[in-house]
């Protein structure tokens, strides 16, 4: 496969829930242009992982994109389902966003957009993937004194 060949190969297939076919479909869609996207904000828009928050007088909604690269969409859902068996982090955070209220497509959503940063951050400086920079810890709450 010519996936295994690209420079960039090594980092998309360090991530959790990346293998090459859809490492392949991901490289393909973003392209190996890094200055494409100058930022991460901008890459989990193009990739429809990014709400879009629309306010007016007291009215305030936030909704997820109905424009986007439907193909990375699609590539970006099975990615983060994946990760969840395949990182502990990963799963921890949807976790978290679940019991915070959101629904399954929308907690998938967060994980897919968070996988997206920590992926331009990778493609960016040239490093692979690290659970524990991308999903450090939680600090342990502690009791409130009354």
């Keep these: 496969m010519a996936f295994n060949l690209h420079p960039d190969a090594g980092i998309i297939t360090s991530f959790p829930g990346l293998g090459a076919l859809t490492g392949a479909r991901v490289l393909a869609e973003i392209g190996d242009d890094r200055s494409r996207f100058q930022d991460a904000k901008g890459l989990k828009a193009y990739a429809g992982a990014a709400p879009i928050t629309r306010a007016s007088g007291k009215t305030r909604s936030v909704t997820r994109r109905r424009i986007k690269n439907n193909r990375l969409n699609a590539a970006g859902y ?12 990963a799963r921890a955070h949807y976790d978290r966003r679940k019991d ?16 997206l940063g920590c992926l331009h951050h990778c493609l960016t400086t040239g490093c692979e993937y690290d659970e524990t920079t991308a999903f450090p810890a939680a600090p342990e709450k502690l009791p409130r004194a009354a």
């Design 78 to 89: 099975l990615w983060a389902f994946s990760a969840l068996t395949a990182s502990p982090g």
């Design 100 to 115: 915070a209220g959101d629904r399954h497509a929308a907690a998938q959503r967060n994980l897919f957009g968070r996988l």
